[in-house]
């Protein structure tokens, strides 16, 4: 195996519950809006925990309908690992498809290098007030 050509692993899946969006400034970039995150889930490989209340999902709604994702947030594993998670990325819609990707860094205190030691990719998709987002660990 080549160990210079990257390969994703899948290891969980994150359910994040949102609140109604608040839109903010309209710039040459697109309307700014900000989406309150209110708690969820991880389940697999990565561990069992919960999302805590009190993130944001910054966005930016593009004209040609693509948007902007910059979402921070806090996870507390079962073990009582605090977790921090910065994701960004895109959510466009092709056609009928829905492209939805992010980047994730995770970063703790504790030593934890599954964690805080890898980059992560998601697919995800908006369930009524959920987010869910399919991880995979870039190796």
């Known amino acids: ?19 109604s969006p608040v839109d903010g400034a309209v710039t040459t970039e697109g309307v700014h809006r900000s989406i309150p995150i209110l708690g969820g889930t991880l389940e697999g490989e990565l561990g069992e925990g919960v999302v805590l209340p009190g993130g944001v999902d910054h966005q930016v709604l593009h004209d040609d309908g693509s948007i902007s994702i910059d979402a921070r947030y806090e996870l507390e594993l079962d073990d009582a690992t ?49 987010v869910v987002l399919e991880l995979y660990r870039l190796t």
């Open 82 to 130: 605090p977790v921090t998670v910065h994701s960004v990325g895109v959510r466009a819609t092709r056609g009928d498809h829905v492209y939805f990707r992010t980047g994730i860094r995770l970063t703790t205190s504790r030593d934890r290098p599954e964690l805080s030691g890898h980059l992560f990719i998601s697919t995800g998709y908006r369930a009524e007030n959920t």
């Open 1 to 19: 195996m080549n160990e210079s050509i990257p390969h994703l692993v899948r290891v969980g899946v994150l359910r994040v519950n949102v609140g």
